[in-house]
């Protein structure tokens, strides 16, 4: 606790000079004689709006620098297409439009890389789905 911090109520200053024991100063604190200013932190409104300004730069189709794969990598794009053909294929599952087995064929399909994107996927389960 810094010493800055601690107040005392300027009309009551005899009686916190009369305050010798712990017990006679816990008095005072609670009957607000003494009082101890809260602790201010760094504030970091400004250097918040800076590092936003900051991450927004260079973003425009004309100030990219590199090629697609050095911004986005190859495996992320992978994980999130897979993963959204896999929900498509649950969604799918659930509405009865096609069987276990049909989909546990597309969701290995899937996972191999064998589908394009989401309109592949859905050419192949109307494929699969008729007789």
Request: no cysteine; net charge positive; hydrophobic share 35%.
């Amino acid at each position: 606790m810094g010493v800055g911090r601690i107040r005392f109520d300027t009309e009551k200053l005899d009686r916190v000079e009369d305050a010798i024991t712990r017990d006679e100063i816990r008095a005072l604190i609670t009957a607000n004689t003494i009082r101890v200013v809260p602790a201010r932190g760094t504030s970091h409104g400004r250097a918040d709006q800076k590092r936003a300004q900051k991450k927004k730069r260079g973003t425009t189709a004309g100030s990219k620098r590199g090629r697609q794969g050095a911004r986005v990598g190859k495996k992320e794009n992978h994980v999130a297409k897979v993963r959204a053909l896999r929900r498509l294929l649950k969604i799918a599952k659930a509405r009865k439009e096609i069987t276990n087995a049909e989909f546990w064929r597309l969701y290995g399909r899937v996972g191999g890389n064998l589908v394009r994107n989401k309109a592949h996927l859905r050419s192949l389960m109307a494929e699969s789905s008729q007789p």
